[in-house]
């Protein structure tokens, strides 16, 4: 995975220096989500924490194992990469549905999803040509 381990890595770096800035209430005004004041806005986008958070944990020990040599490596990048690509999914989702189209929350989102599918097409590829992630 040339391109997915980094990808996944920064990936997974954003989501927690995201979760940083939203703790420490870093985000600008002029860049938060539409209704982010509301109260069942805050719910659903902390609903996406547990989430996000064990995504970028998990992508970083997956890749580290793969880097050791280990078995379960490659089980762990692939649930970190699932759990990243559903986080990003389900946001697209909402905001399409709630008729959002901010390009502030739609690029990262879109990130989530599509660096997923990089890194699966990467193993996949590396399956077929014999290759080790």
Do not use: H
């Not at 920064?10 to 420490?24: E, P, S």
């Not at 806005?41 to 944990?57: C, H, K, Y």
């Not at 990130?111 to 077929?128: C, D, H, N, Q, T």
């Amino acid at each position: 995975m040339r391109v997915g381990k980094p990808l996944l890595l920064a990936v997974d770096a954003g989501l927690l220096l995201y979760w940083t800035a939203v703790f420490l209430d870093l985000i600008p005004k002029e860049q938060r989500f539409r209704d982010y004041s509301n109260p069942i806005m805050q719910a659903w986008n902390w609903s996406f924490f547990p989430l996000d958070v064990s995504a970028a944990l998990l992508g970083f020990l997956g890749v580290y194992l793969v880097r050791k040599g280990r078995a379960a490596g490659e089980l762990v990048v692939t649930v970190g990469l699932t759990l990243t690509f559903c986080a990003g999914f389900m946001a697209l989702s909402f905001w399409s549905y709630y008729g959002d189209f901010n390009l502030w929350w739609w690029l990262p989102n879109a990130a989530l999803v599509l660096a997923p599918v990089v890194g699966f097409l990467e193993m996949s590829i590396g399956k077929v040509c014999g290759r080790k992630a």
